[in-house]
């Protein structure tokens, strides 16, 4: 049975082995206040140049190439790379041992250089505790600043701390990447350090944006592994068109790469950069997040919705080709039902590392439509209890408040006529690292029948209070009895 597809990152290894009836605005107006008060409670704190890119490079007329010249393609791009190739170290202070690892490249001759932002995230967040090192391909190591992250795009700027006046060789961008004209099948060549083995050159095909995705991440057919992200992907001519980013655990060779443009731009947004602490890192990100939520929720608006039939009931779902749904029944089941369950789940595949054990900007629902079969209404009542039990993940509570939940009955209104009466629950948590981030966890229940019910759920992770607020007024008014079966 298909499923939808796990995607891990490919870097930052870890060195050890993630009953009154209440209107719908009163209901989430009336919780707000508790959720905003714990984090108060918690003492949170608050927390660029066009050189880059060069030229097209020439074309030059070649013959058809076999098997050992595009071997011969990689060691002339691995030998011309290996001077800007970098392992980027995350250390524990206190023991000088790494806890992560990732690779890098240097883009500027000061010693800017560019890696994944999850790769030096745990010092990011905590520079008190961890310190970030470089060593280059021949044995060369010493400390690294953190100077611009782009959260949304998984990338991070750093400088190399080296002799006033030292000079570094540095990777160009290939123009036509950056300006997106690449041809799907080009041929590229991606670098790294994976598993701590060494560094190495993998070749692999460029197979376009992926499509069905709200973020932009290229597609590139070749073998990513963990230790590599942050890597360049770069053409023939070295120039770079990527950043090693993600791969697929459940298939072979699907990997990712972060966009030349998406690179770029953070350079020149960051110009020759300033040092950031942790508390900086902590605003950048909210404002980051901000931004990208705001966009976010404003497309997935624009792009609409069409109704979608469970049984006697009908809900909305989105329009978007990036929120993916699967189905589930277990009417195939061989064994005899006593219940029948149907079951869609969607999502938006938009997860946004912030630190470990830390996603966000992910919206999930889920609609479950059980109908009994020989069950009498209290065997039922104790399957639908069952059922709806509310998800809550999990976390560090270093990093998160704990959950607080209110649940009530929410009952037809002018607004709403065909909607069912529902019992709710809704319960949030902040994020302690990054006021005004919270996770939101939405469940609810029709009340209109005694032997089938339909149970919703929405879960949104490190979105904006306000931000969760809209989208459970809508999730609330979506569940309706469909009057076409009157």
């Known amino acids: 049975m298909l499923a939808p597809t796990p995607v891990t990152a490919v870097a930052a290894m870890p060195i050890s082995r993630f009953r009154p009836f209440l209107s719908c605005a009163s209901l989430c107006l009336f919780f707000a206040a508790s959720v905003v008060q714990a984090q108060i409670e918690t003492g949170a704190e608050a927390g660029q140049g066009g050189e880059f890119v060069g030229p097209p490079a020439p074309v030059v007329s070649e013959p058809a190439r076999g098997g050992a010249e595009l071997s011969e393609t990689a060691q002339r791009v691995f030998n011309a790379a290996r001077p800007r190739l970098l392992q980027i170290r995350t250390l524990l202070k206190s023991a000088q041992k790494q806890t992560s690892i990732g690779s890098g490249f240097v883009v500027g001759a000061d010693g800017r250089a560019l890696t994944n932002y999850h790769v030096v995230a745990q010092f990011a967040l905590d520079p008190s505790l961890y310190q ?24 991070a700027l750093v400088k190399l701390q080296a002799p006033t006046g030292k000079s570094f060789a540095a990777f160009l961008f290939d123009a036509a990447a950056v300006e997106g004209r690449l041809t799907k099948g080009e041929r590229l060549f991606s670098m790294g350090n994976p598993l701590d083995l060494g560094f190495t050159i993998v070749e692999g095909t460029y197979n376009g944006r992926v499509e069905k995705s709200y973020q932009t991440r290229v597609h590139f057919t070749a073998a990513l592994n963990q230790g590599m992200s942050g890597g360049p992907a770069v053409n023939r001519d070295n120039r770079v068109v990527g950043v090693n980013v993600a791969r697929s655990v459940d298939g072979d060779l699907v990997s990712f790469l972060v966009p030349a443009k998406a690179a770029v731009s953070l350079l020149e947004k960051a110009g020759s950069g300033t040092e950031m602490d942790a508390d900086a890192v902590r605003r950048e990100i909210g404002a980051q997040m901000e931004v990208w939520q705001k966009d976010f929720f404003a497309t997935l608006k624009a792009r609409g919705f069409h109704d979608a039939n469970f049984g006697p009931y009908r809900v909305v779902e989105s329009n978007a080709d990036w929120f993916g749904c699967w189905a589930q029944t277990n009417g195939d089941e061989r064994s005899k039902l006593r219940a029948q369950v149907n079951r869609s789940r969607c999502d ?29 209404p209290l065997q039922f009542a104790q399957r639908l209890t069952s059922a709806a039990r509310t998800f809550l993940p999990g976390g560090d509570e270093l990093r998160y408040t704990p959950f607080r939940c209110h649940e009530n009955f929410l009952a037809a209104s002018d607004k709403a006529p065909e909607r069912p009466d529902l ?15 919270y996770d939101v966890s939405v469940v609810t229940i029709t009340q209109d029948a005694d032997r089938e019910a339909l149970v919703s759920s929405a879960l949104l992770t490190g979105v904006r209070f306000e931000s969760a607020l809209q989208f459970s007024e809508v999730f609330l008014a979506t569940p309706k009895v469909r009057r076409d079966l009157d």
Not at 132 to 155: H, S, W
């Open 348 to 376: 938006t595949r938009t997860q946004i590392f912030l630190g470990e054990g830390m996603p966000a900007g992910e919206v999930e629902t889920e609609h479950v439509y059980l109908k009994s079969v020989d069950l009498d």
């Open 423 to 437: 019992r709710v629950s809704w319960c949030a948590r902040a994020y302690k690292d990054f006021p005004g981030l």
């Open 132 to 155: 970030i090192e470089f060593e280059t391909v021949d044995g060369a190591r010493g400390p690294l600043k953190l100077l611009a992250i782009d959260v949304a795009n998984d990338l």
